[in-house]
């Protein structure tokens, strides 16, 4: 009789394996105030926020850390800019890939993208920077 229950149990608690798991985690969201006050929610992992004087005023640079290739994140910042007025224009860069998005009545901001892979995966990095004028 204690097999039948046994068995009865271990059928009750296999049932349950066939339930397909929804993931609880969502992707991070970032925001980014940009200078001309617009902000842009981005899926990225906030790494550093800094700013670096130099000789226009202050280097503004988010820094974000995203597990898509260099082409997604692309089109997320094109995707998140592009409604807000800016133009994307490519530059070339040995090191990763780089753009410049232009407003007529903003400082233009950078994009630098690079992709390296950790532990077997893709992982790109994004650094979204402008120059805040001197006051």
């Keep these: 009789m204690k097999i039948k229950y046994a068995f009865l149990f271990a059928l009750a608690l296999l049932a349950g394996c ?4 929804t993931p609880t985690t969502q992707a991070p969201v970032s925001a980014v ?7 842009i929610q981005l899926t990225g992992k906030l790494i550093d926020t800094l700013k670096k004087p130099n000789a ?4 503004s640079i988010t820094k974000l850390r995203y597990s898509e290739n260099i082409e997604a994140v692309q ?4 995707s998140k800019l592009k ?7 490519s530059l070339p860069s040995a090191e990763g890939v780089k753009f410049n998005y232009t ?3 903003a400082p233009s901001i950078g994009l630098f993208l690079k992709s390296n892979t950790a532990n077997g ?9 402008w120059n805040e004028p001197k006051i």
């Design 18 to 21: 066939n339930e397909k798991q």
């Design 33 to 39: 105030k940009l200078q001309d006050g617009s902000e």
């Design 56 to 59: 226009e005023g202050v280097m």
């Design 75 to 78: 089109a997320e910042f094109e």
């Design 83 to 89: 409604p807000l007025g800016y133009t994307p224009y």
């Design 103 to 105: 407003k007529p009545s």
């Design 121 to 129: 995966e893709n992982v790109s990095t994004a650094s979204i920077y």
